[in-house]
């Protein structure tokens, strides 16, 4: 399997167009490692077929590339992998520094809703699948932190995507079976409800 890059660089109008389709970041989000249209799919609760559709489009605009096959009874499914685990939207991109933001935050927006919707779904999965004999091990971490700046946010979600990286590489290299988990990370401004003071 061939190593991806942490974070590329976009400068590619085409690409960013991609990039920033909220759909299309979700799929790129479950290609970190190499992964079927409809193996992605029922990951993130869409159709193979829709899946399908927009990795082409990833594909075209050279975000995705093909990793390989694997035979599935009778059929032989196409395996496809991000090019990089993160995306950083360049400024020489032609879009103002405020359209660029805006676009920025509209996807990850987007991107935290389909998120926690994903959570809630496993988490009404896994309690509907229990019994009162099973215990189904979990953990949350919540905590509010002060980034003064942008630069600080992302050098903040930079420093903690390196550390959970270096976390699950020691993990999955410990054993190549076993119950496998979902991590996941949002960062976003708390809002005036949660007493957020502007």
Do not use: W
């Amino acid at each position: 399997m061939e190593d991806i890059k942490t974070t590329h660089r976009v400068e590619d109008p085409e690409q960013a167009a991609a990039l920033l389709h909220p759909l299309r970041g979700d799929i790129l989000y479950h290609l970190r490692e190499p992964a079927s249209a409809s193996q992605v799919a029922r990951e993130i609760g869409e159709t193979p077929q829709r899946v399908n559709y927009h990795l082409k489009a990833l594909e075209k605009a050279n975000l995705v590339r093909r990793a390989g096959t694997r035979q599935v009874k009778n059929l032989v499914e196409v395996l496809y992998q991000a090019i990089a685990r993160s995306f950083l939207l360049a400024d020489t991109l032609g879009f103002s520094p405020g359209t660029v933001q805006k676009l920025k935050d509209q996807s990850a927006l987007a991107h935290l809703i389909q998120t926690a919707d994903r959570i809630r779904a496993d988490a009404v999965d896994l309690m509907e699948r229990s019994d009162e004999a099973e215990t189904l091990p979990s953990a949350t971490l919540e905590t509010n932190i002060i980034l003064a700046s942008e630069s600080e946010r992302e050098a903040f979600v930079e420093d903690y995507v390196r550390l959970v990286e270096e976390l699950a590489s020691r993990y999955q290299a410990c054993t190549s079976h076993g119950r496998p988990y979902q991590l996941m990370l949002a960062v976003y401004p708390r809002t005036a409800k949660e007493g957020f003071d502007e």
